[in-house]
């Protein structure tokens, strides 16, 4: 069977998926010629950048099996997909840590203003190294600060754990009803702790650092517009490593101007690959290129747990 990783694939997985009889191509097609291109295939691994939607699925019948390396499929018209009797599979767990651990470098690098000082001391450290020492001196700390989480999935779990880790009040918002539990390893010994699960509404106003995890809304309107942005609490920081359109850039930019919000950070956005220049341009936000899984370790998780799957559905027909 012929297996195209249209968006790479960690060399693990490769060699395993060939050590399993498979071949694997990892030259990237074009969108536009996916449908023609595809007839060689009886698979197709994905990340963010290649679309499956209904119309590629429909002019690709050989296609036995779709995989998404990574969290969301959003990309992919997965029940349709499903009704056609194609396999889709993802890798929830494999970028987890990845992800929580660079909403923590958002927020780290934001409450000691790195992500300005790295723009400002290569062009203004020589001649105003006081003055910039003097504009970053009101930093603060995680220590004993909330931290409110909208989604308690595995990232949102992983996360949590962090924000524990550093002495944070941790609470969040989760569709699921009660309260959510994570387990702590530390230094061989297992400990499970409670957080609190509110309402959207509750969750708010307590909030000094607010991060999004959940895969988009249903209705793809902006889960935190104007409004929702304003009931937070005055002087908090936000950080959306999730979904693009979840949070409402141009109500962000406002309330980071007006002094509402102290700083942001944004792995994703509303318009990708092309984000807002506006936006790019904001001296109050920290920005990364959607990197939330790219870690040599998630990589490799991803490329493993993928071929695991792949070997194991196709090896069903």
């Not at 790295?118 to 909330?146: C, H, W």
């Not at 931290?147 to 754990?161: D, P, T």
């Not at 959940?214 to 936000?238: D, F, M, V």
Request: no cysteine; proline share 4%; hydrophobic share 40%.
């Amino acid at each position: 069977m012929k297996i195209l990783a249209n968006d790479g694939i960690d060399p693990i997985g490769k060699a395993l998926l060939e050590k399993a009889g498979f071949q694997v191509d990892t030259v990237t097609i074009p969108q536009n010629e996916l449908a023609e291109r595809l007839k060689e295939y009886d698979a197709i691994t994905v990340r963010s950048a290649t679309k499956i939607r209904k119309e590629l699925i429909d002019q690709v019948p050989n296609i036995k099996l779709i995989g998404r390396g990574g969290v969301g499929m959003d990309n992919i018209d997965v029940e349709y997909a499903r009704s056609k009797g194609i396999f889709v599979v993802n890798t929830p767990a494999a970028s987890s840590v990845s992800v929580a651990e660079l909403v923590f470098a958002h927020f780290l690098g934001g409450v000691r203003f790195l992500f300005d000082a790295n723009r400002q001391m290569p062009v203004n450290g020589e001649s105003m190294f006081n003055d910039l020492k003097k504009k970053y001196a009101a930093g603060i700390e995680l220590r004993g600060k909330t931290l409110g989480i909208i989604g308690m999935g595995r990232i949102g779990s992983e996360v949590a754990k962090i924000g524990l880790g550093l002495g944070m009040k941790v609470i969040a918002s989760d569709l699921s009803e009660g309260n959510k539990e994570v387990m702590m390893d530390i230094a061989d010994h297992t400990f499970s702790i409670r957080i609190p699960n509110v309402s959207l509404q509750e969750l708010l106003p307590q909030v000094d650092f607010l991060t999004l995890h959940i895969p988009g809304t249903s209705n793809h309107r902006p889960l935190l517009g104007k409004e929702e942005i304003s009931k937070i609490k005055k002087g908090a920081a936000l950080v959306n490593t999730s979904r693009g359109g979840l949070v409402e850039e141009e109500a962000l930019m406002e309330a980071l101007d007006n002094g509402h919000l102290a700083f942001a950070g944004l792995d994703v956005y509303e318009n990708e690959p092309k984000p807002s220049a506006k936006l790019l341009a904001h001296p109050k936000i920290s920005f990364s290129p959607h990197i939330g899984a790219s870690t040599l370790e998630a990589q490799e998780r991803i490329g493993n747990e993928l071929a695991e799957l792949i070997i194991h559905h196709l090896s069903l027909n």
